[in-house]
């Protein structure tokens, strides 16, 4: 079993509206049956490898030079709230099963939502929603995308946990 899957993206997150348009999209899935939805969203986006900090060390430096914002925002805090930050992800919206984050900016928006399924394998999904603001959002993602994929799947490896696992 891989631990973690390429999915289609499920069609109640093109349809929600958590963008005014959604331009990229994609699903990474994995099982985790020991954690609550706020450990899986740490586990995911707090802990990347060093690998993945080196791209967005890189990221942030190319980001800067074309007027991107790459520090925290004015309001960031670490209460796992509305308002709040997981990594740079602000929370948007939680629910039992389901965490909200993302950012706007200038060139592009976007969501990641964590959820969990309550599925028997690959329960924990990893949807990413991006809505392009200009021909600047379209190129960035077209450079970034190969990679994104890359680390999303990577970072979500990070998630993965069996029911029965000795640690």
Known sequence: ???????????????????NQIDFYDTFSTTNKKDNLEEIAHLILDNPPKWIKSLFTLRNKIAKLIGLKTEKPADYNERFEVGGYIGFFKIFSITQNEIVLGANDSHLNFRAIVANKIEDLHNIKFITLVQYNNSTGRIYMSVVKPFHRLVVKRMVKNAHKLKFEIK
């Open 1 to 19: 079993m891989s631990k973690v899957k390429d999915e289609i993206t499920p069609a109640e997150y093109l349809e929600r509206g958590l963008l």
